[in-house]
């Protein structure tokens, strides 16, 4: 306890197996947000671009007025963005149970590059905190936060260093297919049954180091760049060294969220499927999980990675968005 031993998941038939259940969702869902992008400007002379979209309802005079004080901030995968169905299914979800959604982007990754040499990685937590500070800002006095892939890991790392001095205003947070504990994680995407994803990432990281450095001659280091042929090589020739980290071993030992899952103080779910072809076996701490007070854990034998597309006919509400709905509305006042 709080291990939550038998999960309610069931996958579509067809979607035998994780990589299916990762693929098909991700390549063939659409699912349509009408966001407000809003630009806010870091303390280093950067930005971060945040994707609003706010729950309503008619009132007695039949006008749309914002019907919600409660917000639920959303963090992305690796190179992921708020358009991505996953994400987007989630927002849209929670707009229908009550709750306004920010969505908002790591740097450079809401479609326009950013302006320092530095990008974002899995242990930066100091852009969550100052998205959080400017939701609070702007008078929300009830905030969840929902991660997704390496968005969890850096969700749980945040609320693991803040502990029991985190604002009073975050009160749950849920989080799906996370890796946390970076560094198997990234050997498991070294399989021969991952290296479609492994490749995929290499391509886009690669694509966007190569953009910022014909932006910023001389101040992007790109010498051996085109070798790289796996995540973890990439981390320790890039995302390492740009961010001051020794290695990407070492990145990943200070990045992992496993080590603060102990220091959370606020109620928090975790929901990583079994069959997922992104995560390791240490990413599943069963142990662990019947002696934290405040984590839920639940590992379901079937979901891929970031899908959980359900069974049955209607499939307009993925069974992630269901079980997030009903995890942050337990005990809601």
């Known amino acids: 306890m709080p291990l939550i031993t038998s999960s309610d998941y069931r996958p579509p038939a067809h979607l035998w197996n994780g990589h299916l259940q990762t693929i098909i969702p991700a390549l063939f869902r659409k699912v349509s947000v009408a966001y407000t992008r809003e630009r806010i400007e870091t303390p280093d002379d950067d930005f971060l671009d945040l994707d609003w979209s706010f729950s309503s309802v008619k009132s007695e005079k039949n006008e749309t007025e914002r019907a919600s004080q409660r917000l639920t901030i959303l963090s992305h995968g690796l190179e992921g963005?708020?358009?991505?169905?996953?994400?987007?299914?989630?927002?849209?979800?929670?707009?229908?149970?009550?709750?306004?959604?920010?969505?908002?982007?790591?740097?450079?990754?809401?479609g326009e590059m950013n302006r320092q040499v530095r990008f974002y990685h899995l242990g930066e937590t100091g852009d969550l905190q100052l998205?959080?500070?400017?939701?609070?800002?702007?008078?929300?006095?009830?905030?969840?936060?929902?991660?997704?892939?390496?968005?969890?890991?850096?969700?749980?790392?945040?609320?693991?260093?803040?502990?029991?001095?985190?604002?009073?205003?975050?009160?749950?947070?849920?989080?799906?297919?996370?890796?946390?504990?970076?560094?198997s994680a990234s050997r498991r995407l070294e399989a021969w049954d991952s290296q479609v994803y492994n490749k995929r990432f290499n391509r886009t990281?690669?694509?966007?180091?190569?953009?910022?450095?014909?932006?910023?001659?001389?101040?992007?280091?790109t010498e051996g760049l085109q070798k790289v042929r796996t995540l973890r090589e990439?981390?320790?020739?890039?995302?390492?060294?740009?961010?001051?980290?020794?290695?990407?071993?070492?990145?990943?030992?200070?990045?992992?969220?496993?080590?603060?899952?102990?220091?959370?103080?606020?109620?928090?779910?975790?929901?990583?499927?079994?069959?997922?072809?992104?995560?390791?076996?240490?990413?599943?701490?069963?142990?662990?999980?019947?002696?934290?007070?405040?984590?839920?854990?639940?590992?379901?034998?079937?979901?891929g990675h970031c899908g959980f597309r359900p069974a049955g006919s209607n499939q307009t509400v993925y069974w992630s968005e269901e079980r997030a709905l009903r995890f942050l509305k337990e005990h809601l006042d």
Not at 205 to 221: D, H, S
Not at 286 to 291: D, F, I, K, T, V
Request: contains cysteine.
């Open 81 to 110: 963005d708020s358009r991505r169905q996953y994400l987007a299914g989630m927002v849209r979800h929670l707009n229908a149970g009550g709750f306004d959604c920010l969505a908002w982007h790591y740097r450079s990754c809401s």
């Open 131 to 183: 998205v959080i500070n400017h939701a609070v800002a702007r008078g929300y006095r009830h905030i969840n936060l929902v991660g997704f892939s390496a968005g969890g890991n850096v969700t749980l790392k945040y609320l693991g260093e803040r502990g029991k001095t985190i604002h009073p205003a975050i009160e749950k947070a849920v989080v799906f297919s996370v890796p946390l504990h970076l560094t």
């Open 205 to 221: 990281l690669k694509r966007k180091v190569f953009e910022k450095a014909a932006i910023m001659p001389g101040a992007i280091p």
């Open 234 to 303: 990439f981390d320790n020739l890039f995302t390492s060294q740009l961010h001051g980290f020794r290695d990407a071993e070492d990145y990943y030992e200070q990045s992992s969220a496993l080590q603060y899952l102990d220091k959370i103080a606020i109620p928090t779910l975790i929901v990583n499927a079994k069959n997922d072809p992104f995560l390791s076996r240490e990413c599943f701490p069963e142990e662990l999980a019947r002696q934290l007070p405040n984590v839920w854990m639940e590992f379901p034998t079937q979901g």
